[in-house]
């Protein structure tokens, strides 16, 4: 068996994805942002990033150890963070981050989900419960920055736009052969 790692940004489905899979394949899931909100005492994201000023640094290096954490273990469904391929620079600047990407690479297939612009930015929107992602910056131009890494980063990149949750998860089934 295999790990596969669901990437993309955030609202996009990765968590119920997830489960839909697990129930096809037997695997069982493990969320990154579970694991660092437990690992920094079960304190909410969002209270996590408003603690540091709202700066992602530290929550991010908590994303590597996660992954890092994780790499060891076997036939799982990783559901990664909307920021997971992401890193931020002293200064407060995001970028890719080749290393968690090497990373998750070296120990998952990536398959990468999509939904439309506009579908991601009214769900987030409409979602008071998400941590703010920047201050400085609108949720688009984010998304406008992040697709490509996302695209690019996955060996399967699925539009589930027009198909169901469990239809996306049958093809990530079908395009694994598992």
């Keep these: 068996m295999i790990n596969i790692a669901l990437i993309g940004p955030r609202g996009v489905g990765k968590s119920k994805v997830s489960r839909k899979l697990s129930k096809l394949t037997g695997m069982p899931i493990v969320s990154t942002d579970m694991i660092a909100i437990y690992e920094s005492g079960c304190i909410p994201i969002s209270e996590i990033i408003k603690k540091d000023g709202g700066n992602w640094k530290n929550f991010r290096k908590l994303e590597s150890a996660v992954l890092l954490k994780i790499s060891k273990a076997q036939n799982i469904i990783v559901d990664c963070g909307g920021g997971i391929l992401f ?92």
């Design 87 to 178: 890193d931020v620079d002293e200064k407060g600047n995001e970028f890719f981050s080749l290393e968690k990407f090497t990373l998750l690479k070296s120990f998952s297939r990536i398959i990468g989900l999509s939904k439309s612009k506009n579908y991601l930015i009214n769900k987030i929107k409409s979602d008071p419960s998400r941590p703010t992602l920047s201050s400085i910056e609108s949720y688009e131009n984010l998304l406008d920055r992040r697709l490509p890494y996302y695209r690019s980063s996955s060996e399967y990149y699925i539009d589930t736009n027009d198909i169901s949750t469990e239809e996306t998860a049958a093809e990530i089934v079908s395009l694994l052969k598992i």
